[in-house]
């Protein structure tokens, strides 16, 4: 599965143009232009590697005479950890909006195969190295968070989403708002409303990091401590979901910002 999420990334990579990124001021292009290239370069030689890392880890599977070397062994976790940090790399590249690769200048994906298939890949890269952990050294991580506490998985959930919508928002502002005057500004309206999503994503990834913490140090949390920071972070992302995805918000474009405020 892995493989074809490569493939079809590598083959999107290959057919988006070196100039997609389109912007109404032309000094703002000019600027960017050659960095976003090599990011692309970089996005394609990454996919490069790693499809080419994946299909020989597939052949190999498939042959009792060379499955031995691979299956469980320190060298196959070495390369499921190359295999998440590429992933994680190319990611975080290909959802920046000034990139212009999967996700326009709003926020909104632009190349969908490009985008989804790159979470998809990353995510699938996450379960193959946890996998590979409960093969070679018996550590159940999934069963070990399940176990450990109530509801951990849920509030681990959360402070990932909570991780990406800061940064997500964090992103924006940084293309969108805090330019020059020779730049593009997208309004105090939604530039507020980009700070609304950086604060809500910090304070509930601050929360979530205080109850996943006591329920890994101790094995639970006091339940009116727990039951507060639930109500309280409802009331936040109830608020955030219908400010900033609205109209004149950032997560107003289907992309990152909208996808993670609305799990």
């Given amino acids: 599965m892995l493989c074809v999420f490569q493939a ?4 999107r990579l290959t057919q988006t143009p070196s100039f997609s990124i389109h912007y109404p001021q032309k000094n703002h292009t000019d600027a960017i232009t050659a ?4 990011y692309q370069n970089w996005s394609v030689i990454s996919s490069g590697i790693t499809f080419g890392l994946v299909f020989l880890i597939v052949v190999m599977h498939l042959f009792q005479c060379t499955s031995f070397l691979i299956v469980g062994t320190k060298i196959e976790g070495l390369l499921c950890i190359l295999l998440v940090a590429f992933w994680a790399a190319t990611v975080s590249i290909i959802s920046d909006s000034k990139h212009g690769l999967a996700v326009d200048v709003s926020g909104a994906v632009s190349n969908g195969n490009l985008y989804y298939f ?10 193959i190295t946890v996998s590979y952990l409960r093969s070679a050294f018996h550590v159940d991580v999934a069963g070990e968070i399940r176990s450990r506490s109530a509801r951990l998985t849920t509030w681990s959930a959360l402070l990932a989403c909570s991780l990406v919508v800061m940064g997500s928002s964090a992103n924006i502002f940084d293309n969108d708002c805090n330019v020059s005057d020779d730049e593009v500004f997208r309004g105090n309206t939604y530039c507020n409303r980009t700070k609304w999503g950086l604060a809500l994503g910090l304070v509930a ?3 979530s990091l205080l109850v996943v913490g006591m329920k890994i140090a101790t094995a639970k949390a006091p339940f009116l401590l727990e039951a507060g920071l639930s109500i309280v972070l409802l009331i936040m992302y109830a608020f955030g979901v219908a400010y900033i995805t609205s109209q ?3 997560g107003a474009p289907l992309g990152t910002c909208h996808s993670l405020l609305s799990l």
């Avoid at 079809?8 to 083959?11: A, D, E």
């Avoid at 960095?35 to 090599?38: A, D, E, G, Q």
């Fill in 205 to 207: 990834t601050v929360l």
């Fill in 35 to 38: 960095k976003s290239n090599s």
């Fill in 248 to 250: 004149q918000g950032p």
């Fill in 8 to 11: 079809v990334k590598l083959g």
């Fill in 118 to 127: 790159s979470w998809a890949g990353f995510i699938c890269s996450v379960t």
